[in-house]
């Protein structure tokens, strides 16, 4: 089994619509948990980070951890073309770093 | 903040040559770099850990006599792939961790290689 598994997409949505992008994982130390996006041919970029259990939100980004399900998500609202990109789950247990596949998303106009 | 750099951004090398990657934090002193490979429409796959002044770690299955890594100071780490050959082309990005902060990284823009 995978440390972290992510549906690699792709995510086809409008406009405007909400976007739900989640990981899963199997390790029960994991407690720092993070979003990444990268464009094409480009590094990932630091979305958010979130410790432990709960809610973080970011202008029209949130991110939720639940603990008890081993289950993260991010979620964009109001999505816009240029939120087109991939988007990495990544979570670390200490030292370690383990990343998800990642979800190809695309918004069209 | 927190910005890396790598360079160059795109390289094609002929067989058999060597090619060295710069990876420097830019803002911030980066007591540890990471260096990953990346294939198209897959994920980071790690290659190897650096820490500075000490020997990288390296991550099962990747050569360290291929691919060597010097960590020299706080800002900047780099990658050299020896004797290249076209199974070597892919895309290599490296990473950056802040002092104190043991859970963030900082992704540089990547590098492009291709051999030929």
């Known amino acids: 089994q995978k440390e972290v598994e992510q549906d690699p997409g792709p995510l086809s949505v409008p406009e405007g619509a909400i976007v739900s992008l989640n990981c899963t994982y199997s390790n029960s130390a994991f407690q720092y948990f993070m979003w990444y996006r990268q464009y094409s041919r480009k590094g990932p970029e630091l979305l958010m980070y979130?410790?432990?259990?709960g809610n973080k939100e970011d202008g029209r980004f949130t991110a939720q951890v639940d603990k008890s399900s081993k289950y993260i998500s991010l979620f964009i609202r109001d999505s816009q073309p240029s939120d087109s990109a991939t988007y990495l789950c990544a979570m670390s247990s200490g030292n370690q770093f383990y990343f998800g596949t990642g979800t190809s998303l695309t918004v069209i106009p | 903040g927190a910005v890396v750099s790598q360079h160059p951004s795109r390289v094609i090398c002929k067989s058999g040559t060597s090619v060295k990657i710069e990876c420097r934090s830019l803002d911030f002193q980066a007591t540890t770099m990471f260096w990953y490979r990346q294939f198209p429409k897959q994920s980071l796959m790690l290659m190897a850990t650096?820490?500075?002044?000490?020997?990288?770690?390296?991550e099962q299955g990747v050569e360290k006599d291929k691919f060597l890594i010097n960590h020299a100071s706080l800002t900047l780490s780099t990658l050299t792939v020896t004797s290249a050959h076209p199974e070597d082309s892919s895309f290599y990005i490296c990473?950056?961790?802040?002092?104190?902060?043991?859970?963030?990284?900082?992704f540089g823009p990547g590098t492009r290689l291709t051999v030929t």
């Open positions: 990473s950056a961790r802040l002092a104190g902060q043991p859970y963030e990284q900082y």
């Open positions: 650096s820490n500075e002044g000490s020997k990288a770690t390296y």
């Open positions: 979130t410790y432990s259990s």
